[in-house]
């Protein structure tokens, strides 16, 4: 049975938010390595409800005795009781541009960890800016976008890039991602409320990406096409205004600067031959991710969608109307009742990478010459936000937990830099999502 209230006790991992619509599913995919982790918490704003999560989790099944903290985003010290509590905190409290910045803020102080599932690219640009520098000294690691944002693109993209052997040389790669299922899917209003308060802070995005150590990628760069059609895969595409690309151009920007990657604490002799060699196989592209689809008529659906927040998410009564109304503004893909529980098991997604590049450096150096080769590798995997995602979290939080000693000691990075050599990715395939190489081919001039 549960526990209420604060405790003495050191855990291994708190999950806050837990009670959330994606919070709870975090819950029980932790529940299943209990044995893993020695001691596990869960903490939000009414312990009531967290019990009623925890009942939820594990049911028909009574819970464990996990004990549930009482603490909320807008009372600071109830997070610093709380991040004085545990080695690593999991948050799952969104909007994060309004919620999470108090909790990087006492997860940095206390020096434990920290991860979240935010795809919002302000705030992570702002707690990059603002708590870098403090967490490298007090010891605390702090990576975002540890969800299906961002990390299918960025393992995705660092999977396809090591496949540009024997003196080929990648200039760009193009994500199309593809959602299937038998069931019309309803998508998160927290997704919804994200998307529309990014709008405000595009400006800013474009001037922090200026700033950035960019890395030399040889031959032109890609046309910016509104949609475009992939033959090979089926599929039509339109950009999709994500976090990926921005997290992939950071962890090709760190390594630019770090070829090696990132030290670990603690690392052995062997762990740092293995990073090194993983690193000295990942060749920099030009980067971008399109929503995909095989009907050209739902990409102007999704153009419209874009059009809609686009304009109305630049003023603040438009924000108002979108987040009031947001079934109606968003054509009826995103609601606040969220999916159920029949369409989260009949949903599925697949992320297909399409390389294109060089077969050789002398070529390549050629600036006006056209890629003549052409890589597919794909990601696939369950139900983006409620499976995929917990998923994710919960086996980067197994990895900080089990192999704290060969990741860095702190900072504010992204999570392919962090993840990318660890065994992440025979994690993620061991439970449930598939890395492949779909084809290798040379193009015609």
Known sequence: MAVSGATKQTFDVVILGASGFTGKHVLQETLKFLNTFNSVAIAGRDPSKLAQTLQWA??????????IIAADTADPSSLRALCGQTRLLLNCVGPFRRHGEPVV????????????????????GRVERTYHERALKKGSLVVSACGFDSVPAELGFLFHSREWVEGYVPNRVEGYLSVESEKRVVGNFGTFESAVLAVADLKQMEGLRATRVRPVIPGPPPKGEIIQHQKKIGLWGVTLPSADATLVGKTLSILTENPDGLTGLNESAEVVEKRKAFWSSVKPAHFGVKVGSKSVLLMFGYIMIGIIIGLLGRISFGRWLLLKYPSIFSLGVFSKNGPSEEEIASASFKMWFVGHGFRN?????????KPDMEIITRVMGPEMGYVTTPIILVQCALILHTQRNNLPKGGVYPPGIIFGPTDLQERLQQNGMSFDVISKSTLSS
């Open 58 to 67: 594990t049911r028909p099944n009574p819970p464990p005795p996990i004990p």
């Open 361 to 369: 450096e002398r070529l390549a150096a050629q600036g006006n010459t």
């Open 105 to 124: 803020s006492a997860c940095v102080e206390a020096g434990c960890d920290y991860l979240d599932i935010t795809g919002e690219a302000e705030f992570m």
